[in-house]
């Protein structure tokens, strides 16, 4: 924004300072000379003694006062203005991309100490999430690479032996061309979801919970997991469709990485005093707490734990982390000591009418 130059802060303060120390003076010596004249009898030729003895030593003590205040106010408003000089540094430095330097401001505690302390907390969250998108974007650019890479390859081939069977290579690239699309529809949902744009309105988490499951039941059928389904009605204020592929991407994602036999998805939805609670259990292999710490991070998907081709695009644990952010809510991931994972979603309920 384009301004007009105008006076500095420290100016302004110098001249506040200035002018009352001045006016308190002229009420002092105002005072003292109403006091005077109490004191001596009345009359012409005692007043205008005292006016002319009086009058200069006025004078003097407003010029004194004048340059005292003006250039005591002047250096008070540097020292005190020195922090606001360092966190305007911090500022630029911050605006020109530079988001690692920090004010750290010493002293004790007091609004400048306040707003440093808080600017360098805002720095920090903002070099976290510039680094997390960085990280983001070159993932997300590889995983779009690939399927293209893939597709290129196959027409090439197809290219160099027009003889070679049409229908295999119809079936791949298919596939190929599916899975982008899906990463693609995964990518925009992504940022929907991160930029909030969507109409909040009061919604069951056990009829959403019922519904993920029975859309999934015929994967969980073809790996033989069995789900479990339980608990009462629980209120929640968002979006049916992203609270939807957020359950879903949790049940698909406790179906496929589990036993390869015989596992078990349990998924159940509660209330505590001020949140519903959606809470997904599922059998599976021993997990470590390193690796479930990384499981929500985009394009993570756990390889070591994958049993079939169902791997999805990576992004399913990093969208419901997403989304459960959007709704103001909270995502905890453990490992089970039996095998398999824990997650559990709060969300904010409804204010009470």
Partial sequence: MDRQPGWSVRLKLTLSYAGFLMLAGVLILTAVWVFLLRSYPSGMLVRSVLLRGFGPAVAAVLIFLLIFGLLGGWILAGRMLAPLDRITQATRTAADGSLSHRIRLPGRQDEFRELADTFDTMLTQLETHVAEQQRFAANASHELRT????????????????????????????????????????????????????????????????????????????????????????????????????????????IVHNLPHHGTVWIHTSTRPTTAVLTIDNTGEHLTEQLVATLTEPFQRGTERIHTDQAGVGLGLALVKTITTAHNGTLTLHPRTTGGLNITVELPQPPQK
């Fill in 147 to 254: 399927p293209l890479a893939i597709s290129k390859a196959l027409i090439d081939v197809a290219r160099a032996d027009p003889h070679h069977d049409s229908s295999e290579l119809v079936d791949r690239l298919h596939t190929i061309n599916t899975r982008a699309i899906d990463l693609t529809e995964a990518l925009l949902l992504l940022s929907r979801a991160n930029q909030r744009s969507f109409t909040r309105e009061n919604v069951d988490l056990s009829l959403i919970a019922e519904q993920a499951a029975e859309t999934l039941h015929p994967l969980a059928e073809k790996h033989g997991v069995t789900l479990h389904t339980s608990g009462d009605i629980t209120t929640t204020t968002g979006s049916p469709a992203l609270l939807l592929q957020l359950t879903t991407n949790l049940i698909h994602n406790a």
